[in-house]
């Protein structure tokens, strides 16, 4: 398991590092992240970002979570530094973000663009920093356990071989009623073991990604709550799409000499998925008993309704019933002082998921939506975030 672990790790970091110089050198994972999905003030926050940054952007989704101001956030496989600078802003300068990453030339654009990023913010001194290290290992990288309120991450969970160690390591440096807020690429279908092999097919986010299911069994294993989606969309669209990445492999001995293989590349589907696992209390009741939760409309930038699903959102002063266990998922941590919850009678119908168990049985394939081909898919430049 090491020796794969450290030939993942190599791998990576000479395509992220050496090969892929900009996003548009991706043949398939780049940004699908189009300009109705970012709110204004992260739109905002994403301009005051220097071009350099934002050209070595490779992420897949957003992974900017509500009612972040003063919260400690930790971005696992930080790159060149996006996301962090965009988070920076939005925590306030009593707030802190860290990124972690282990290829040195991304770690080297973030570092150089600290002090620009600070006097661009307006703040006396930086509240971010950076580390190298592997996301497998954070304590090795100097992350102490129950010391961040959000873990973030943007297609890299794809990137690492142990995945399992990646969500656990994220766990336990999550505090209480905190969250691991990511986007990443998922299959809907396990991978052939020489699919895996293929570096091309490694660094751009398919061979390594989870199929869906892996996913929840991973993160209850770990102690997460069920992962809750809160978007899926297809990843086919994305930069030049799949049909590229299988030009670029078919030179390899093994896949381009196997037709089967080529078939079973071509007949993937690739979503990008959005989703919340949320570390509850252990006092936290797993009960499916219903309870009131109505919405106060006090979350920065979320005013007529609270989003924590694709298809739960609780609007604001409407009442909603939901499991007792449902509702302290997302009221156990920082979000707790936006809801009242008050209990309600045995008989009254639930409004949406029946139990916190429903959340596992949740297929973003079946629920994936595709931008219009009209729309710019990919942020070629960032442009579709501007």
Known sequence: MADSSEKTHQQVQEYYGQRVKNADQLLCTGCIVTSGDVSAKVKDAIKNVHPEVLSKY??????????VEDCRILDLGSGAGRDCFVLSQLVGANGHVTGVDMTQEQLDVANKHIQYH??????????????????????????????????????????????LSVLKGAYNVLKDGGELYFSDVYVDRPVPDELRKNSVLWGEGVSGALHWKDLVKIAA???????????????????????????????????????????VLGQLSIASVTCRLFKLPKTVSTSDT????????????????????????????????????????????????????????????????????????????????????????????NSCCS
């Open 118 to 163: 600070t006097e661009k913010f307006g703040y006396s001194k930086s509240n971010v920093d950076f580390k190298k290290g592997f996301i497998e290992n954070l304590s090795d990288a100097g992350i102490s356990d129950s010391s961040y309120d959000i873990v973030i991450s943007n297609c890299v969970v794809n990137l690492a071989h142990d995945k």
């Open 221 to 263: 294993e770990v102690g997460f709550a069920p992962p809750v989606v809160v978007s899926a969309k297809a990843i086919a669209t994305c930069g030049k799409g799949l049909e590229a990445v299988i030009d670029a492999v078919k030179s390899d001995p093994v896949i381009g000499n196997n037709p089967e293989l080529l078939v």
């Open 290 to 381: 219903p309870v009131q939760v109505t919405y106060k409309g006090t979350v920065d930038g979320h005013v007529e309704q609270f989003k924590l699903s694709y298809d739960l959102s609780l609007p604001k002063s409407t009442p909603v019933v939901l499991p007792q266990s449902v509702v302290e998922m997302f009221t156990s941590g920082r979000l707790k002082q936006h809801f009242d919850i008050s209990p309600t009678s045995a008989e009254s119908p639930l409004t949406s998921y029946k139990s916190l168990d429903q959340f596992n049985r949740v297929n973003p394939f079946e629920v994936i939506s595709t931008p219009a081909p009209s729309t710019s898919s990919c942020c070629q430049g």
């Open 58 to 67: 490779y992420g897949c989704g957003l992974v900017f979570p509500e009612q």
